[in-house]
């Protein structure tokens, strides 16, 4: 059994982000950027005004729905068939065009969009479950997209199975990547809200749809999509293709 080694899917990672540089950002200015800038720029969140505990209640729900129900599923969507389209660029076969990949891709989104949920549900329902169930769920499907893209399945259900076996012994390591990966998101974002002003609003009122906050969310998506995108293909190809010494070359 390969033994994924953090260090080093670390460097294939930041190496793929900038293979085809150019093409990538393209593609993920579509499905990473504009979704999420559209999203927290444009559609406001109605907040009912709180005066007592009944009130206060409903305003947590509606932050609640509005800030991690409809971005995980919806946003997710996009960021799923976006990291396929992607990941597939890179992996693509010596003499396919863009075109065959991008259209290799877009004949399964229905699959992608359709284990995107799935994990998105069971990864909810395991942290609702203690926690842990939902970290081990998360860290054994984060190679899923790149399977996707790698090789066609026929159900979501297939592919779910085909991460788990290939992921067997390498939880512990997957959870630490997708960790680091995860911090250096949360510090963009951290430090990008210190310059839009997001926290400072944040502190008196509802987050509310702005421009700024449109930008930030956008960007934040951007760096965070393209890094989980490269993440997943690098720690696949190191688990699919271990007796492949330089694999993205």
Same mark, same amino acid.
């Given at each position: 059994?390969?033994?994924?080694?953090?260090?080093? &899917?670390? $460097?294939?990672?930041?190496?793929?982000? !900038? $293979?085809?540089?150019?093409?990538?950002?393209?593609?993920?200015?579509?499905?990473? #950027?504009?979704?999420?800038?559209?999203?927290? *720029?444009?559609?406001?969140?109605?907040?009912? %005004?709180?005066?007592?505990?009944?009130?206060?209640?409903?305003?947590?729900?509606?932050?609640?729905?509005? *800030?991690?129900? +409809?971005?995980?599923?919806?946003?997710?969507?996009?960021?799923?068939?976006?990291?396929?389209?992607?990941? $597939?660029?890179?992996?693509? %076969? &010596? *003499?396919?065009?863009?075109? =065959?990949?991008?259209? +290799?891709?877009?004949?399964?989104? %229905?699959?992608?969009?359709? /284990?995107?949920?799935?994990?998105?549900?069971?990864?909810? !329902?395991?942290?609702?479950?203690?926690?842990?169930?939902?970290?081990?769920?998360?860290?054994?499907?984060?190679?899923?997209?790149?399977?996707?893209?790698?090789?066609?399945?026929?159900? %979501? /259900?297939?592919?779910?199975?085909?991460?788990?076996?290939?992921?067997?012994?390498? !939880?512990?390591?997957? #959870?630490?990547?997708?960790?680091?990966?995860?911090?250096?998101?949360?510090?963009?974002?951290?430090?990008?809200?210190?310059?839009? !002003?997001?926290?400072?609003?944040?502190?008196?009122?509802?987050?509310? =749809?702005?421009?700024?906050? *449109?930008?930030?969310?956008?960007?934040?998506?951007? &760096?965070?999509?393209?890094?989980?995108?490269?993440?997943?293909? =690098?720690? +696949?190809?190191?688990?699919? $293709?271990?007796?492949?010494?330089?694999? #993205?070359?």
């Amino acid at each position: 059994m390969t033994r994924l080694e953090i260090d080093v &899917v670390l $460097r294939d990672t930041f190496a793929l982000v !900038g $293979r085809d540089f150019g093409l990538t950002l393209s593609v993920a200015a579509v499905f990473f #950027f504009l979704p999420s800038f559209i999203f927290y *720029g444009f559609v406001p969140l109605s907040v009912p %005004p709180a005066t007592d505990a009944g009130d206060g209640n409903a305003v947590f729900a509606d932050l609640l729905v509005h *800030g991690l129900a +409809y971005p995980l599923l919806l946003l997710g969507t996009f960021s799923a068939v976006g990291s396929v389209i992607i990941i $597939r660029l890179w992996f693509q %076969p &010596v *003499g396919e065009t863009v075109a =065959a990949a991008l259209g +290799y891709a877009m004949a399964l989104v %229905p699959v992608t969009i359709a /284990l995107h949920l799935a994990v998105s549900i069971a990864t909810i !329902g395991g942290m609702m479950l203690f926690i842990i169930p939902g970290i081990i769920i998360s860290a054994r499907m984060l190679m899923t997209s790149a399977l996707i893209a790698d090789r066609p399945y026929a159900s %979501p /259900l297939e592919a779910f199975r085909a991460s788990w076996a290939l992921s067997q012994g390498n !939880g512990t390591p997957l #959870f630490f990547l997708a960790l680091i990966i995860g911090m250096m998101t949360m510090l963009l974002a951290f430090t990008l809200t210190l310059l839009d !002003g997001s926290l400072a609003s944040a502190a008196q009122a509802a987050p509310r =749809a702005t421009l700024a906050s *449109g930008v930030t969310n956008g960007v934040v998506g951007l &760096v965070g999509g393209m890094l989980n995108a490269a993440l997943a293909a =690098a720690a +696949y190809r190191r688990l699919a $293709r271990p007796d492949v010494s330089h694999i #993205f070359e």
